[in-house]
């Protein structure tokens, strides 16, 4: 029982970063249906310039995960703006294509700038904290509690401000939005700023937990692609309820199967949801 609720504990924290990355796809594809493959490359973008920040210039780790949300939230909007706004009206595939050229040029930019190597992102919180036998690091405690306070800020700003409530109309129905007055270029860019922050902020909080490397942004994009489709494409509740499912997954998987089989545990239950539900957990039938 102690191991399992260890387990539980590490699952929160894994499940709280994948959460924020994968609300910020969420959001772009529920705004314009499109699936953004390039969202994996602006969390490690994020990663490396909390890096940067905190090695090159000594900023604070708090300060630095704040200005590493605007600049990813800024380059986000920029991409919206030079890539995917030229090819709103292309056919389906162009968009698809246009993302992963910009995934494969914000990797070779990073390796530019900062080398292949890996980096080592020290964790601002040392310590562990214990209590009844659990142990938990206190970079982790900080996953689980930042991650909570982040989503409960984006559901807020969703359901209470109107700004909010123009991206929900948008994502229900963009042509009716713009007939009703939304002005659904500049709801569109404020979309990507929110899914560029978002991915930074779980980097941050993420990568001092692992190391940092130019291909770390390939490996989230399975994983939060995974949680969208689990979830159902588009559904915000389903983003979180899948992003945790699949941590779920790979730390008891990572127990019970073997560390090698976690990835493999959490797509196979991937898999099992969708052979039941097709169209995800909170996704609606056609």
């Known amino acids: 029982m102690l191991i399992l609720v260890q387990q539980l504990l590490n699952a929160l924290a894994l499940g709280g970063a994948y959460s924020l990355v994968a609300l910020g796809l969420t959001l772009v594809y529920g705004v314009m249906k499109i699936p953004n493959f390039a969202h994996g490359s602006l ?10 920040l905190l090695t090159d210039f000594g900023v604070p780790y708090f300060l630095a995960l704040v200005l590493a949300a605007v600049v990813l939230g800024l380059l986000a909007m ?5 890539v995917f706004y030229p090819l709103r009206g292309a056919p389906g595939v162009s968009p698809m294509i246009a993302a992963i050229g910009v995934l494969f040029f914000l990797e070779a930019s990073v ?4 080398g292949p190597d890996f980096k080592l992102l020290n964790s601002p ?6 209590f009844a036998g659990l142990s938990l690091t206190g970079q982790r405690l900080l996953m689980i509690v930042a ?6 800020a984006l559901f807020y700003f969703l359901k209470r401000t109107t700004t909010g409530a123009t991206i929900e109309a948008m994502a229900q129905n963009r042509e009716g939005a713009r007939l ?15 899914s560029g922050a978002l991915a930074a902020v779980a980097a ?6 692992s190391l940092v490397s130019p291909s770390m942004g390939e490996i989230m994009n ?3 692609f995974a949680i969208i489709v689990l979830g159902g494409m588009g559904s915000v509740p389903g983003a979180i309820v899948g992003a945790f499912l699949l941590a779920f997954a790979e730390i008891f998987g990572g127990v019970f199967v073997g560390a090698n089989f976690a990835d493999v545990v959490g797509f196979a239950v991937l898999v099992i949801v969708l052979a039941i539900r097709p169209q995800g957990l909170f996704g609606r039938t056609a």
């Open 43 to 52: 969390y490690m973008v994020g990663a490396y310039v909390t890096w940067a």
């Open 180 to 194: 009703v007055g939304i002005p659904v270029s500049r709801v569109a860019s404020l979309t990507f700023f929110i």
């Open 204 to 209: 941050a909080l993420y990568a001092p937990t």
């Open 125 to 130: 919180v040392t310590g562990i904290i214990t």
């Open 78 to 82: 920029l991409l919206e703006r030079l």
């Open 111 to 114: 390796q530019l700038i900062w």
């Open 222 to 224: 399975l994983k939060v």
């Open 147 to 152: 991650s909570v306070l982040v989503m409960l």
